[in-house]
């Protein structure tokens, strides 16, 4: 197989959840540009994803739905192949965080946090997997992880245990899906330039000290994401399961 087959993903169809901005929108595009077709699922509008992804020639879908109330995702599911087709990729990268001490933070907030962030994402993978596992057909699953699935953090403690979660259920996956020719890996971005950091960014202290630690001296753009997502996409990852690229500037090597 020639290199540009290996990351080749002409024909499939990529549903990619929070992709209306920042790394949803990245991956959706990357994914676009090397041919596939893109449902984009997010709680809000995306016309700047649409406009971008028609950019390179394949079909573009957004679907309405907040994964804060995850409802029937299995019927959610049924009713895109349905009007779209059959899914090929799906990449779980919708996220929220709240920030709070310890000794402050509340259930309203943690059941917030871990609905998005996990339940929602299981379920879904759930969903798509099954099809993949009736038809007999292959399927790639990438979780957006996080640095804080190694480590604690400061005042986002639902944050940090969610995605901690996220890295067990995308090993635990991958034990069970291997076998049908599924693979289930995760990403996991350092200090990106996103809506989640904006109030990090805008503390100059806390800015400081996050660059200061990270070895490349700057703060990750939702671009630098793309080639691992295109890697773990594509045929050239067929044999790569259960594994998490971090894409952090160095900052878990320090």
Known sequence: MGVGALFDLSGRMALVTGARSGIGQAVADVLAQAGADIIGLGSSPMPETAERIARHGVRFHAVLHDLAEPGDLDGLVGELEAAFGSIDILVNNAGIIRRAGVLDFTQADWDAVMDVNLKSLF????????????????????????????????????????????????????????????????????????????????????????????????????????????????????????????????????
């Open 123 to 254: 379920f879904l993978s759930q969903a798509v997997a099954r099809r993949w596992v009736s038809r007999g057909t292959p399927g790639r699953i990438i979780n957006i992880a996080s640095l804080l699935s190694f480590q604690g953090g400061i005042r986002v403690p639902s944050y940090a245990a969610s995605k901690h979660g996220v890295l067990g259920v995308t090993r635990s996956m991958a034990n069970e899906l291997a076998g049908h020719a599924i693979t289930v890996n995760a990403i996991a971005p350092g200090y990106i330039e996103t809506d989640n950091t904006v109030a990090l960014r805008a503390d100059p202290e806390r800015s400081r000290q996050i660059l200061e630690r990270i070895p490349a001296a700057r703060w990750g753009t939702p671009d630098d994401l793309k080639t691992a997502v295109l890697f773990l996409a594509s045929p050239a990852s067929g044999y790569v399961n259960g594994s998490v690229v971090a894409v952090d500037g160095g900052w878990l090597a320090r």
